[in-house]
């Protein structure tokens, strides 16, 4: 499951884009999602979660599990942001972007 926060509408927007590409359940980060998955409001405010059994990821981490379960060419992406020295690009990058979401025009 993809966590994201549903107040913010940059976050709205990309999750509105996965769905466009991929069947993946998704949580907007309700109360009842947040206590069941066992995140705090924080957590869920801080950064996207992916959330699959016992694998709990977040950030860039999440962001390049989303992408290789949309498969074709982004799968290739997704690897790429979890592997050295791709992998801390994208952990600045996706830093700067939780941090200036709400600049971000949505």
Known sequence: MLVYDG??????RCA???TRRADINMSSGTA???EKLGLSTSDAKRAVWWIEGDL???GHQAVGEV???IGGGWR???N????????WVAALVYKWVAANRHRISG
């Open 7 to 12: 107040e913010c509408s940059f976050c709205c």
């Open 16 to 18: 509105s884009w996965v």
């Open 32 to 34: 009842e999602d947040l």
């Open 56 to 58: 709990r990821l977040s």
């Open 67 to 69: 992408l290789c379960s």
């Open 76 to 78: 290739w992406l997704g």
């Open 80 to 87: 790429a942001m979890k592997v050295p020295p791709s992998s």
